[in-house]
C-alpha cells in the first residue's frame, strides 16, 4: 500500500510509525516523563515556553533581556529536555540596570548577537526582572537598522494563567462530549508558546496572495510522539484530497513564516489567538482541531471539514473515503482476533478520554466489559470536585447514548482491579499503571501508554498500526505478565497522584503548590478551593 | 553561564537536609532550581513557592509569602523553614523580615534577600550560609575532626565523593564533623565542634564568621580529584591536626590500562566550570598527561569560552550538561562532572570522582566515553 511506504519512509530511521512512537517514548520521554512529575510541585516559566516555540523556528535565535540567571536554566526548557537549547544569549541585567533600565544593554545585544549569529531573526523574549523596570523593548527594537528581523515576545515570567481556568476549561469541555458544537471557543492564557504564535503573526508575516488549497498546520513540534510519520500521512491524505500543506507552524524557517499568509487555511492544535490575528490580518480562515475528531469517523470528518472550509466538498470525499475504507478493511482481520476474548481497559479521565473509549470500543471493536477510569489524575492538575463530578456524570451519559456496552469503574483499587481482572482475558492500560498492578504478583496488565499515541493521529493509519500492534501482542500472550516483580513495583505510591511516591515531603510540597496556585484564581475562597 | 545570586542561595539552603526552602518567587525561578536539584533525587521535594502572580507584582508580595509560610509549617514536619526572596520581590520591595517576624510558627524561620541580578551564585551560595551560621551553637570540640565546606546537595557525584573523602580522612585518623552544605540541620549547628574547616571553593565567608565566633581556624583545599590532588588534600589536613598521616594509594588499577593512557598522553582537552573546574583541569593536565588547553569558570563570559574551544584543537570536553551543545558541534565527547547535571544520573555512592577511587573511577569514564564514542564513524 502506498501509505504504508510513505509512513515507513518518515519514520525515522527507516523504522515503522510504531518504532518511532517507541523511540520517541524512550529517548524524549525519559527525560519529558520527569517533567510532568515536576508538574505536581510548581510549573515552568512562560519564558521557556517561548525560548521553546523560538527555539523551533530555523533561523531564529531566542535573546533573553534579564538577568544571567534567567538565561542560565531556561536553557533546559522542559518543551524539550532531550535537547537543551545552547544558544541562549542574555542582557545580563545587574542592580545597576535595574536601577537605570536596560534599555541601551538591550540594544547592544541586540547588535551583539546579530554580529555573532548572523540570524534571519532574533526574539527579544522579556523577563520578569525586564517587565517591572519597564523597559520599552518595542521602542528599542524599532529604532535598530539590522539587516534581520526583530521580535518582541511578551514572555514575563509573572503573567502566567491561573489554576481555575484549566478547571474551567476542562468542564466546558465535558459539557461538549455529547454535543461537539457546544466545544469551548476560548483560549487558556498562553504559556510562552502562543505569545510566540501570536507575535510571529502580528509582526513578521508579510501580506501574501492567497493559494487556493493551501494550508497551514500548527504543530506542537517534536514534543509530539509520532510527529513525524503522522505528519506525514496528514501530507499524504490532503494530497490525495488536492491540497498542499504550506508549512508547519512555527517548526519551519522564518522565510517561511513571512510566507505562511499564503495558506487558505489554517490547522490550529492549541490556542486560537494567532490564528484569529492571521485572519483578522490577512483573512486565512482557520480550522481548530478538536477532542471530536478523533477516532476513524473523527478523522473523517476532520478532512470533510478542512474540505468544506477550502471549498472542496465532493470533490475530496472520494479520497477520504478510499483511506477510511482501506483503512476498515485491514482493522476487521484484527477485529476477529479481538473477539475471541473479554476485556478491561484501564485509563484516564481527561477531555479526550470519551472520544478514546469510543476508539477502543467502536473502530478496534474491542469486548470491553470493564472501563476502569481514574479520574485522579485531575486533582493533581488542581481540577476541582464539581468539575470531575461533571465529567464523570457526562462521561456515563455519553458512553450510555453511544450504547458501548461496558460498566465503567471509577477509581478502582487495586483489589477491584484483581476482581476485574478474574472476570476478563485481557486488562489493557494506557497509563503506566501496570507497575503498581504487578506489586506482589498481582494483576496482569498490558502496557499500551506508549502504542495509545498512535490512536490520536490525524490520519486512520494509527488505528489500524495499533490493531496490528494489539493483535500480535495477544498472539504472543504478552498481555499477561503477573509473575515479575519490577523494581517499580516494589515501591509504595500515593494512592492519588499517582506516580508520586508515598512519602510525606511529597505529599507536603504537593499540597504546598496546589494550594498556593488555587490562591491566584479568581473565585477561590481562603483555602485557595471554589 | 552562571546562575545567579537566587540559585546559589537555593543550593546552599537545600542543602540542609531536613529544612523546606521557600522561594518567594514567581513559578520559573522556582522551576529552574529545582529541576536541576532533582536529576538525580527525584522524591527528594522539600521547596515550595508563594507564586508570585501579576497580582503580586501589582499589591505586593507579601500576603502571599505570610500565607505561604502558614501554609508550610502547617504541612511540613520541619525544623527550619528558608524564605530566599527573589529578583520580583527584591524590586517591587516585600518586606520579608516583617512578614516573617509576624507569623508565629512552629518551625524555625530563616530568611534571605538573594534577587539573580544583585551577584553570582557564589555570592547567594556565601550569603545563604552566613545567613543560617546564627543556628550554630558552641559545642565541644572533637579532637581531630573537620568540616567540609563547599558542597551543595545537586552537585553531581556529591553521595559519592563525599564518601570517599570521608573514608580517606578516616583512614588518616580524622573524623568528618559536618559536610556544609549537606547535612541535617542538627549536624549544622553542631558545625562548630569540629577542629578545623576545610572549605573547597566556596564558603569561605562562612569560615571567617566561625573563625571569629568560634575560633576555629580553616583551610582552603582545593577539590580532590586525582591521585596528587587527593594526597596533597588529605596530607595538608592530617599535617594541619598535626596528625602526620601519610596516604597511599593503589596505582595497580592505572596499570590495567597503561596503554590507554599511553595513547591519551598529550590529548588536547577544554574544561569549564565552577570551582571544580581548577582542581579537575589540574587532574587531567598533572596527572593523565593531558593538554589543558581552554580552562574557564562559570562567571567568565560564555561565549568567549565557545570561541576558544572553536578556536583549540580540543578533542574532550569536560563540563555540565549545558556543554552537549558545542561538543556535538565539534563532534568531541563530554565528560559531565560539574553542576548541572540533568542528562546523566548519579546514584550509586561507590562510584566517586573525588579521592583515590574517584580518579579510578574517573579514568575509566574517559577513556569509556572515548572508545564508545564511534568518533572514527561519525
Not at chain 1, 536553557?75 to 536596560?102: F, Q
Not at chain 1, 475530496?316 to 481497559?345: C, H, M, N, P
Not at chain 2, 552544605?181 to 564568621?209: D, H, I, M, W, Y
Request: charged residues 25%; hydrophobic residues 40%; aromatic residues 10%.
Amino acid at each position: 500500500m502506498q501509505m504504508s511506504k510513505q509512513l515507513q519512509q518518515a519514520a525515522h530511521n527507516g523504522g515503522s510509525p510504531l518504532r518511532e512512537i517507541f523511540r520517541d517514548r524512550v529517548f524524549n520521554g525519559i527525560h519529558q516523563g520527569t517533567t510532568w512529575q515536576f508538574h505536581r510541585y510548581g510549573i515552568n516559566c512562560k519564558l521557556s515556553g517561548s525560548v521553546y516555540a523560538v527555539s523551533e523556528i530555523e533561523g531564529a535565535v531566542p535573546l533573553i533581556h534579564g538577568p544571567a540567571g534567567c538565561a542560565f536554566h531556561q536553557r533546559l526548557t522542559p518543551r524539550k529536555m532531550y535537547a537543551p537549547i545552547y544558544n541562549l544569549p542574555c542582557t545580563n541585567l545587574d542592580e545597576n540596570d535595574v536601577i537605570y533600565g536596560g534599555e541601551d544593554k538591550l540594544r547592544d545585544k541586540i547588535n551583539e548577537v546579530y554580529r555573532k549569529f548572523h540570524p534571519q531573526l532574533i526574539a527579544v523574549l522579556p523577563t520578569c526582572v525586564s517587565g517591572l523596570v519597564g523597559d520599552d523593548v518595542p521602542g528599542v527594537i524599532t529604532e535598530l537598522d539590522l539587516p534581520c528581523d526583530v521580535l518582541h515576545v511578551p514572555s514575563e515570567g509573572f503573567a502566567h494563567r491561573s489554576r481555575e481556568s484549566l478547571d474551567v476549561l476542562m468542564r466546558d469541555f465535558a459539557e461538549s462530549w455529547k454535543d461537539p458544537s457546544r466545544s469551548p471557543a476560548y483560549d487558556l492564557r498562553g504559556c510562552g508558546h502562543e505569545e510566540v504564535m501570536f507575535s510571529i503573526v502580528d509582526q513578521l508575516m508579510e501580506e501574501q496572495e492567497i493559494a487556493e488549497n493551501l494550508v497551514n498546520i500548527e504543530s506542537f513540534g517534536r514534543f509530539t510522539y509520532g510527529f513525524r510519520s503522522e505528519l506525514a500521512e496528514i501530507k499524504h491524505i490532503f494530497g490525495e484530497m488536492g491540497v498542499s500543506v504550506n508549512l508547519t507552524l512555527p517548526t519551519c524557517t522564518v522565510d517561511e513564516i513571512k510566507r505562511a499568509p499564503a495558506a487558505e487555511l489554517n490547522i490550529v492544535t492549541r490556542n486560537l489567538r494567532w490564528a484569529e490575528r492571521m485572519k483578522e490580518r490577512f483573512g486565512n480562515d482557520y480550522l481548530r482541531k478538536w477532542f471530536f475528531y478523533f477516532g476513524l469517523d473523527g478523522v473523517e470528518k476532520f478532512y470533510h471539514d478542512c474540505a468544506s472550509k477550502l471549498d472542496l466538498n465532493g470533490v475530496a470525499d472520494g479520497a477520504i473515503r478510499i483511506e477510511k475504507t482501506q483503512s476498515l478493511q485491514e482493522l476487521e482481520r484484527y477485529q476477529k482476533v479481538f473477539a475471541r476474548d473479554d476485556f478491561a481497559v484501564s485509563t484516564q479521565g481527561f477531555f479526550f478520554t470519551p472520544y478514546l473509549a469510543r476508539i477502543y470500543a467502536l473502530d478496534l471493536k474491542l469486548p470491553i466489559k470493564y472501563l476502569c477510569v481514574d479520574m485522579q489524575l485531575l486533582k493533581a492538575l488542581n481540577i476541582s470536585e464539581e468539575t470531575i463530578e461533571v465529567m464523570e456524570k457526562n462521561m456515563q451519559e455519553a458512553f450510555d447514548e453511544w450504547d458501548l456496552g461496558f460498566e465503567v469503574v471509577t477509581n478502582p483499587t487495586l483489589g477491584e482491579m484483581s476482581e476485574i481482572a478474574k472476570k476478563v482475558d485481557h486488562v489493557l492500560s494506557d497509563r503506566i499503571t501496570p507497575p503498581i498492578y504487578e506489586k506482589g504478583g498481582g494483576v496482569g496488565v498490558m502496557d499500551i501508554s506508549a502504542t495509545r499515541y498512535l490512536l490520536f493521529r490525524t490520519g486512520f493509519s494509527g488505528i489500524v498500526e495499533f490493531g496490528k500492534y494489539l493483535t500480535r501482542e495477544l498472539n504472543t500472550g504478552k498481555t499477561h505478565q503477573n509473575s515479575r516483580e519490577p523494581i517499580i513495583s516494589r515501591f509504595d505510591y500515593d494512592t492519588i497522584y499517582y506516580p508520586m511516591l508515598d512519602d510525606d515531603r511529597c505529599s507536603a510540597s504537593r499540597e504546598m503548590w496546589s494550594g498556593m496556585w488555587g490562591m491566584k484564581s479568581v473565585g477561590c475562597d481562603d483555602n485557595g478551593r471554589r | 553561564m552562571d546562575g545567579g545570586k537566587f540559585f546559589g542561595a537555593f543550593r546552599a539552603s537545600s542543602g540542609i537536609t531536613d529544612a523546606v526552602v521557600l522561594n518567594h518567587v514567581p513559578v520559573g525561578c522556582n522551576w529552574g532550581a529545582g529541576i536541576f536539584k532533582t536529576t538525580s533525587n527525584q522524591f527528594d521535594m522539600r521547596h515550595a513557592c508563594t507564586v508570585m502572580h501579576e497580582r503580586e507584582i501589582v499589591f505586593g508580595g507579601e500576603d502571599a509569602l505570610r500565607e505561604a509560610l502558614i501554609r508550610a509549617d502547617e504541612l511540613y514536619d520541619t525544623p527550619l523553614l528558608l524564605v530566599i526572596a527573589g529578583d520580583a520581590p527584591s524590586i517591587i520591595g516585600d518586606d520579608v523580615e516583617a512578614v516573617v517576624d509576624s507569623v508565629t510558627l512552629d518551625s524555625e524561620v530563616m530568611w534571605m534577600e538573594a534577587a539573580g541580578f544583585k551577584g553570582s551564585a557564589m555570592d547567594g551560595y556565601e550569603e545563604a550560609l552566613l545567613c543560617i551560621a546564627g543556628l550554630m551553637k558552641e559545642s565541644e570540640t572533637i579532637q581531630d575532626s573537620v568540616n567540609l565546606i563547599g558542597f551543595s546537595p545537586d552537585d553531581f557525584k556529591v553521595d559519592a565523593d563525599v564518601k570517599e573523602i570521608r573514608r580517606l580522612l578516616s583512614d588518616a585518623g580524622v573524623e568528618v564533623n559536618t559536610v556544609i552544605s549537606k547535612c541535617s540541620l542538627e549536624e549544622f549547628r553542631r558545625a562548630p565542634a569540629a577542629e578545623l574547616n576545610v572549605v573547597l571553593g566556596q564558603g569561605t565567608k562562612l569560615c571567617e564568621q566561625m573563625k571569629k565566633e568560634f575560633g576555629l581556624p580553616y583551610l582552603k583545599m582545593d577539590y580532590p580529584y586525582g591521585l596528587d590532588g587527593t594526597s596533597h588534600f588529605v596530607g595538608a589536613i592530617s599535617d594541619e591536626l598535626g596528625i602526620g598521616h601519610e596516604p597511599e594509594f593503589d596505582i595497580e588499577p592505572f596499570k590495567r590500562i597503561y596503554l590507554y593512557l599511553h595513547e591519551l598522553y598529550g590529548t588536547p582537552v577544554s574544561v569549564i566550570g565552577d570551582f571544580h573546574a581548577e582542581a579537575m583541569a589540574n587532574f587531567l593536565d598533572g596527572e593523565l598527561g593531558f593538554n589543558v588547553e581552554v580552562l574557564s569558570g562559570n562567571e567568565d563570559d560564555y561565549f568567549e569560552f565557545e570561541e576558544d574551544v572553536r578556536n583549540s584543537n580540543t578533542t574532550i570536553l569536560f563540563g555540565s550538561s549545558f556543554e552537549q551543545g558545542i561538543a556535538e558541534t565539534l563532534d568531541i565527547p563530554l565528560i559531565r562532572f560539574c553542576y548541572p547535571v540533568f542528562d546523566n544520573v548519579s546514584v550509586y555512592d561507590c562510584a566517586p570522582y573525588a579521592g583515590y577511587r574517584g580518579a579510578v573511577c574517573l579514568t575509566e569514564a574517559i577513556i569509556n566515553t572515548v572508545m564508545s564514542y564511534g568518533g572514527m564513524n561519525k
